[in-house]
C-alpha cells in the first residue's frame, strides 16, 4: 500500500479535507467555499493577511464554531458526524498555549494527560525530548520564555499522538533562534508521518517552513502552491551587468535572439531565462559584441512577490 494512504484517509490520503466550507455571521462571508488538502506528513500553510479569516478556518477544524455549509473532514471522518473521533486525531493550538504558570512544565503535562486516555509517563518523556525541552521542563512555567512555552504548548498537543498538528500564528512574538528551533521539530514532526498545518501572515517564515501553501485572502481560496515552485527556473531572470551603453546591448540580443524577453532596468539586462545554459551563450554573444559583462545574477521569485502577483496588492504584511 502506498505510504501516505496508511494513517489518512485511504481513498485519498488525506488527514484533513475541507470540502466548499464556508461560515457565515450576520449574513457576511467570512469564509467562502473553501476546499484543500491535507497530505500525510507535510506541512501545510494558511497564508494570509490578518483578517483573511484563517483563524475562523482553523477554528472550523477544531469544532470551536460552527460549519454554516461544506465539510471538513479528518482522515476520512465528517467532524459533524463524528465530532469526537475526529477531535482524538487532531492536536491544536489556537492563539496562545494556555498554561499553569505555579507549576513545572512537567505537571502541566501531567494535568493534561490525566484527561487524555492513554498518555503514559512515557509519552510524556518522549513528547518532551521530541521538542527538546528536557532541561527545562522541571521549571516553573513562569520562568520560562515565549519561545519555550510554545515548546510546551507543542509538546502538549502532542501527547495523545494525533495524525494533524494545528497551529494558529506559531512565531509571533519568537526570537530568531525561537523561529528556527520550531521549523526544525516540525520537520521532525513530518517525517515523522504527522500532518502539520501552519497559519500566518509572516511570509518569508512560511517560505522556510511549508511543503504547501494555500493562499486566502477575504476568506476565499486564491491558490494552492508548492512552496519549491517559488525558486523555480521558469520564474527565474538573469541580471547582466556590462560596460557601456545597455540599451545598445539590449538592441543586440534582440536582434539576434528574438524571442528572447530582455528588458533594462537600473543599467542592468534582466532576463527571462527558461533555460540555465542559456546564460552562458547570451554572455558570449555580449563579449562578441564587444562588451565586458562585469556581473551576472539569477534571482529567483519569492513567496512574497508570487503572493502579490496572486492577489495584486501590497499591503497588510510583515
Known amino acids: 500500500m502506498n505510504k501516505q494512504m496508511q494513517g489518512g484517509n485511504m481513498e485519498t490520503g488525506y488527514t484533513l479535507e475541507l470540502k466548499q466550507v464556508t461560515k457565515q455571521i450576520k449574513g457576511k462571508s467570512i469564509v467562502d467555499k473553501l476546499s484543500f488538502g491535507v497530505k500525510k506528513g507535510e506541512i501545510f500553510g494558511l497564508l494570509g493577511p490578518n483578517g483573511a479569516g484563517k483563524t475562523t478556518t482553523i477554528r472550523m477544524i477544531v469544532g470551536l464554531i460552527s460549519i454554516t455549509e461544506g465539510e471538513i473532514l479528518v482522515n476520512g471522518l465528517d467532524i459533524r458526524k463524528h465530532y469526537e473521533k475526529a477531535m482524538e486525531q487532531i492536536g491544536a493550538i489556537v492563539e496562545n498555549p494556555q498554561m499553569y504558570d505555579y507549576l513545572t512544565g512537567y505537571n502541566n503535562l501531567m494535568q493534561y494527560a490525566r484527561i487524555m486516555p492513554g498518555v503514559t509517563k512515557e509519552r510524556i518523556n518522549e513528547v518532551v525530548k521530541l521538542v527538546e525541552m528536557e532541561y527545562a521542563i522541571h521549571k516553573k512555567v513562569k520562568t520560562y520564555s515565549l519561545g519555550m512555552r510554545q515548546r510546551l504548548g507543542v509538546a502538549q498537543a502532542l501527547l495523545h499522538n494525533p495524525s494533524l498538528l494545528i497551529l494558529d500564528e506559531p512565531t509571533n512574538g519568537l526570537d530568531p533562534q525561537g523561529m528556527h528551533d520550531l521549523r526544525h521539530y516540525l520537520r521532525v514532526l513530518a517525517d515523522q508521518g504527522t500532518s502539520v498545518i501552519v497559519s500566518s501572515h509572516i511570509l518569508a517564515e512560511m517560505e522556510l517552513m511549508c511543503d504547501r501553501v494555500a493562499v486566502i485572502q477575504n476568506g476565499k481560496l486564491v491558490r494552492i502552491d508548492d512552496v519549491t515552485n ?63 559583462v562585469y556581473g551576472i545574477q539569477l534571482k529567483k521569485k519569492t513567496l512574497e512577490e508570487r503572493f502579490l502577483e496572486m492577489t495584486g496588492k501590497g499591503g497588510g504584511f510583515e
Open 230 to 292: 517559488v525558486t523555480d527556473q521558469a520564474d527565474a531572470t538573469v541580471h547582466f551587468q556590462v560596460e557601456g551603453d545597455v540599451l545598445k546591448a539590449k538592441d543586440i540580443l534582440v536582434e539576434q535572439l528574438p524571442d528572447l524577453p530582455v528588458a533594462v532596468e537600473a543599467k542592468e539586462l534582466v532576463i527571462m531565462i527558461q533555460q540555465p545554459e542559456a546564460i552562458g551563450d547570451i554572455n558570449k554573444r555580449l563579449v562578441m559584441a564587444g562588451f565586458t
